[in-house]
């Protein structure tokens, strides 16, 4: 098989089935890097450098994607890389990350050419499996539920991609980060009016998602000090899908931020918009927040929205 | 004059009617507009929030800026598709033409797709500019389509929905590789009629007068033409342009509201057809009454619609909404009334040259074969670029390559045997399998699978799948059995249906649910999880059946010929056609469960086979099977290698091959 370059060149040669053992390994919480390496070339593994045996993980979903970078073990292939550069933006992929087309039809070919030691994926994915897990076993975790308690989850799953990468530390330290980053937002956000906030992506331009119940970014809000202004009924994944006239139901003194990227013709087309122009949130003249976060993301994607919204609010005149 | 002047009595009385339900329908709808609004603002407000709404007060601006001109959208669009509908039913002299079923909204729709992904200067030029090039296209490849069949109602409705079914396709095609922007093209595909300002009413107002104008202008010519071609020429009718006209006028109304609204499918068919069975039936009672009825029934619609949509957290958009509910009016009108009865078809759309030695074809065709399916199987890019595998490296690809070929050869066997035998059994060119309806049950089962088990397993989705295309299948046999349908509108049953599950996607993916943007990738028709044991199935499953088919041979030779002569040679005609049917379904399904419902394989391989002059039942069998299994495995080659890593679905890459190739098929065989 002619191996692409992503693979470090120290690589041992194994078969896939061996590396699909170590990965089931790492599943069962085992020790993964001791055992697998063992039994591969029969030396003193143990005081190796972890880095060198770390199962190689290729990601389905950009959340799961996004959490195995920021625990230092980035995957070795993504969906859609480069959508992920436009909308996840942060923390980047490795170069050598490769790019593995629809999320609802990953590159076979170019999965198994990549041979990974194990595959993550979301629960939508389930058709997907059995094709993917013909290359290797596949992981399958959850962040959004209609449970409203995606940072719990956002958190387990974080563990379970630290186990997996043999790495089980990472986890703890991602989860601390996450704290420290709202603190830190808590503490520049201090001694202003605590106003509420709007999250929404515009679809079109009459139509637009807002998070609220089920949503990462209702935790971090909240985690802020700050008021998520939308009550409506949200579904699973933490949204409410309403015509831009929806919006005028929401707490009349939030702050309105709207997620990037924002199409250009829809940004044109607000302009003109007289009901827009009108909502509560926009008719000061205050401007609108823009932020490029990721929707449906993970614990960094959380980090970043806690930084960037609390950055953007503390810039604005108490 | 006499006959005229007979028919305007009860038309007279007809439009008390009309003009009666609709008062009471449109009570209705002012009751739920109310109710509606009620819940916004008191009703000492309502004028003040009308006319000129304080901007403090955000209930008087959701009024002023939202509910009445999402109400007066409802109105004009409805109207004007309306309007449309009865202007398109007239000039083709066909009760089930509307803009829907030409095409017209998906034509408009799939240009418009085209220019925001691809030419977003063009849309600078105007959205209608487009919408309006993209439907008229539409129509114009519909009537090129049927023009040899005489413009006979049923051949054109066939064309209409099968141009709106690649339009659709061919928009899913490019939403499939835009993901993140799936969501805005599905609702405006499904028509919202969500509004924040006056801009859509107040451009969709005059242009509905204009076109009301030339309606009253065109009303008494349409209604000579009424009396036969020669009558109306010998009255002075200037024939052509009338037609022209008003094909413009109804294209133009159309993709007018596709592009100010989107997509509101069936209520240009349903309105005109409603106004008839109110009793308005003269022209002039008709292009009236349509329009009327249009506009309440949308804005009803609507109404009920933002009702539920505030319930479920969840965009309804209406256009799909409406498609739901027209699609089965359509169904009724097929099983019940509405079209003239027409002879099954004489079988001269099959004719073609014979060749001198057919089989010396069918063997050159399967050498071409063979040669596609190496090219798939050692041809690829993998991450550094194209490559052919061979040796170790095939080794390594052949497991994945191998049974994704042979099902898209297997599935594109038993499309064109599929084919040949409809085509065939109806005496008609346009027959296809994508048109029994059992597609469309399968897809139907699979979106069920996917939808209501929480772990949609293989077998599950198989069976659900299998369940779906079983009972699209008893459901049609049992029509078809009863012997109250001809064979060839027994097809329209079919494209209703797939147009059904169309709207019912629609109205999943508007939502955002990925789930749901999963589900319709998968369900476009991808090999992408058929594996080893799947294949051979399939495989298996094809040979069985194929071997079935010649055994009909003298059936399928006797058949295009018409009921009465096929009767006359001596063949049992209820039950050949039962068992062809049947046979051709359960291909059907087979095939469907590996490219999805829609492919257009089935269409093209038995044309191609007789343009290469095997006219003969069994020689055309072999060739379109050869041919349909080529077209196939290329389809699921180019969708996996051309945008690579991504994939276009083998069913939807050989729509996209296959369909242009067929419109041009056809207009050059035209006489």
Known sequence: MTRPPILPAAAPAMTRRRFAALGLAGLAGASLVARGSAALAGMAVEEHDAQAAAPRIASLDWALAETLVALGHPPVAVPDKRGYGEWVVEPALPAATADLGSRFTPNIELLAALAPDLVVAIPYQGPLLPVVERVAPVLTLSIYESDGRPFERACAVAQRLAEAAGDPEAAATLVARTEAAFAAGRTRLAGRAPRPVLVASLVDPHHAWVYGANSLFTVAIERLGLANAWHGETNAWGFSAIGIEGLAEADPGARLVLLEPVPADVAARLETNPLWRRLPFVRGGEPVIRLPVVVFGGLPSAIRFSDLLSARLAEAPA | ????????????????????????????????????????????????????????????????????????????????????????????????????????????????????????????????????????????????????????????????????????????????????????????????????????????????????????????????????????????????????????????????????????????????????????????????????????????????????????????????????????????????????????????????????????????????????????????????????????????????????????????????????????????????????????????????????????????????????????????????????????????????????????????????????????????????????????????????????????????????????????????LVAARLLLLVLSALLTAAATLVVGPLSFVGLMGPHLARGLGLVRPGAELAGAVVIGAAVMVAADWLGRTVVFPFEIPAGLAATLIGGPWLVLLLARRRR
């Open chain 2, 1 to 572: 004059m006499t006959a005229l002047r007979l028919g305007a009595t009860p038309v007279r009385g007809g439009l008390a009617v009309v003009a009666g339900l609709l008062v009471l329908a449109g009570l209705a709808g002012l009751g739920l507009a109310s109710a509606g609004l009620s819940t916004h603002l008191p009703a000492e407000l309502w004028l003040q929030a009308a006319l000129a709404p304080d901007d403090a007060d955000v209930r008087q601006l959701l009024v002023h800026y939202s509910l009445l001109p999402r109400l007066a959208t409802a109105l004009l669009a409805g109207a004007a598709l309306g309007l449309s509908g009865a202007v398109l039913q007239r000039v083709l002299a066909n009760p089930l033409a509307s803009p829907t079923t030409l095409g017209i909204e998906a034509g408009a729709r799939l240009a418009l797709a085209v220019a925001t992904l691809w030419w977003p200067g063009l849309l600078g030029l105007g959205r209608e500019a487009v919408a309006l090039a993209g439907g008229g296209a539409a129509v114009a490849v519909v009537l090129l389509l049927s023009l040899r069949a005489g413009l006979k109602p049923v051949a054109v409705l066939l064309a209409g929905l099968l141009v709106a079914l690649y339009a659709g396709s061919a928009a899913a095609a490019l939403t499939l590789l835009n993901e993140q922007w799936l969501v805005s093209l599905f609702i405006w595909g499904g028509g919202s009629l969500a509004q924040q300002d006056w801009s859509v009413a107040g451009a969709l107002g005059p242009r509905l007068a204009l076109a009301g104008a030339a309606a009253a202008l065109l009303a008494r010519p349409l209604a000579l033409l009424g009396l036969g071609e020669d009558t109306a020429r010998g009255l002075g009718v200037p024939v052509a342009a009338v037609r022209l006209a008003a094909l413009a006028l109804a294209v133009a109304l159309a993709t007018s509201v596709v592009s100010l609204v989107g997509v509101v499918a069936f209520v240009g068919l349903v309105a005109p057809a409603l106004a008839g069975l109110l009793g308005a039936r003269g022209v002039g009672a008709r292009l009236l009454a349509a329009p009327a009825v249009g506009a309440v029934l949308l804005a009803v619609t609507d109404l009920v619609v933002q009702r539920l949509s505030g319930a479920y957290g969840e965009l309804l958009p209406t256009g799909a909404v409406t498609a739901v509910f027209g699609a089965p009016v359509l169904l009724a009108f097929l099983l019940r009334r509405g079209l003239p009865a027409e002879p099954a078809g004489d079988g001269r759309g099959l004719a073609a040259a014979a060749a001198g030695r057919p089989w010396w074809t069918v063997a050159v065709l399967a050498v071409a074969l063979a040669g596609l399916a190496a090219l798939a199987l050692l041809a690829g890019p993998d991450a550094h670029g194209w490559r052919i595998s061979l040796g170790e490296g095939l080794a390594d690809l052949l497991p994945w390559r191998w049974p994704r070929t042979l099902a898209a050869a297997s599935a594109g066997a038993m499309l064109a045997a599929a084919g040949v035998v409809l085509q065939r059994l109806t005496g008609n060119p346009m027959a296809g399998p994508e048109m029994v309806g059992v597609g469309a049950g399968a897809a139907g089962g699979m979106i069920f699978a996917f939808l209501v088990l929480a772990d949609a397993g293989r077998l599950a989705t198989l069976a659900a799948a299998s369940a779906g295309a079983l009972l699209a299948l008893v459901v049609v046999v049992a029509l078809a059995g009863r012997g109250r349908l001809p064979p060839d509108r027994m097809l329209l049953v079919g494209v209703a249906l797939g147009a059904l599950a169309d709207a019912v996607v629609a109205v999943l993916m508007a939502g955002g649910d990925p789930k749901a943007m999963a589900l319709f990738a998968w369900s476009t028709g991808s090999t992408y999880r058929v594996d080893a044991p799947a294949a051979l199935a399939t495989a298996l499953v094809a040979g069985l059946l194929l071997a079935a088919a010649p055994v009909g041979g003298r059936w399928l030779a006797i058949l295009p010929l018409g009921g009465d002569p096929a009767r006359a040679l001596g063949v049992p």
